[in-house]
């Protein structure tokens, strides 16, 4: 071990705690500590906090795990220079376990399932606090086996919003929002701008962002992969940036802020409907769609089919939705009600003369079932 440390970046100390959400208000509110990482942002259960020359790593803890145990330090360091396993985990005199880890481990993506899912809007029982102040109702319970999130997400009050400069690391993330309107700002996009109803924007990786302010009543719909990712506060980067650069891209993607007043309507994949494109397909290079989608001049319209694709998430917007799909029987869905239709299950759609839905696929363009 005589060629330790391997170019060590930053040292934390992990803290289990029974009651995270009170222990971050206590370290954030009445000791000065700032957050650097907190995941997941529906329900988070580990947060990265520095202040006063040290940095603490709180995890979650339940029952007997919650009980004092021996100190663990995270050394985080280089990859090319991380010591080969098992000299990677080390006791110190007194206890103390010592950990070398990845100071930025690959994002890793969980193989996921196929399966229907259907999410009904129940009452106050399905919402949660998580970051921010926002509260989380949770589309996808079972996650797709880790790959997918979706959220319903609310403000109930309006102003201010407690939040400061981020970036997620992960694969896809966009939002739309429902209800409301809210005050964004992004990194290389300009000066802050309303994201109101009907309006969506596609989040690169690792694009620095922050929300500032939101309506009363303000609903927003997220939709990210993996289900489980980071989110890591920038405080060094001041937004907005100075410089507008708007075919920057972030990990391949180039940030879209679709405005619905300005939209049009193209054709669908099955007759009978219609479609407003946002654009995310071209900025994600086919990795993901995501559209508006209603019947052709306010009469009903059917559809049936199979997707061979990754991803097929539908949310009632307006109107009402009956799908079929074998297996899963006959569902009649409202406004606020969703559904994931698996891959190569046939299906079939018929929507009401006033429905709206919003769809979101990966890819963009769902190949046929096969």
Known sequence: MTDLPPQIRLAQVLLPCGDL???LRFFTDELGFKVNMIQPADSPSVAVISGHGVTLRLEAAMGAEAEPSPLVLRLLCDRVALPAEPA??????????????DARPP?????GRQEFVLAR?????AWGEGRAGMQYRDLIPGRLGGRFIASHIRIREGGPVPDYVHFHKIRFQMIYCRKGWVRLVYEDQGEPFLLEAG???????????????ASPGLEVIEIG???IHETFADHALALPTPHLLPERRFEGQRFVRHVTASARWISWRSPGFEARDTGIGEATEGLAGVRVVRPLAGKSAQAAGGHGGEFMFLYVLAGALRVQSKGSGEHRLEADDCCVLPRAVAYAL????DLEM?????????PPAG
């Open 21 to 23: 959400a009170a222990t």
């Open 121 to 125: 809007l129940v009452g106050e029982a």
């Open 358 to 366: 919003l769809e979101v696929t990966l890819p963009a363009d769902l």
């Open 350 to 353: 018929e929507g009401s003369g």
């Open 199 to 213: 309006d969506c924007v596609l989040q690169p990786p690792e694009i620095r962002h922050r929300v500032l302010e």
């Open 88 to 101: 990677r985990h080390l006791i110190a005199p007194g206890g103390t376990r010592v950990e070398l880890v």
């Open 225 to 227: 992969c993996p289900a």
């Open 107 to 111: 994002l890793e993506l969980p193989e």
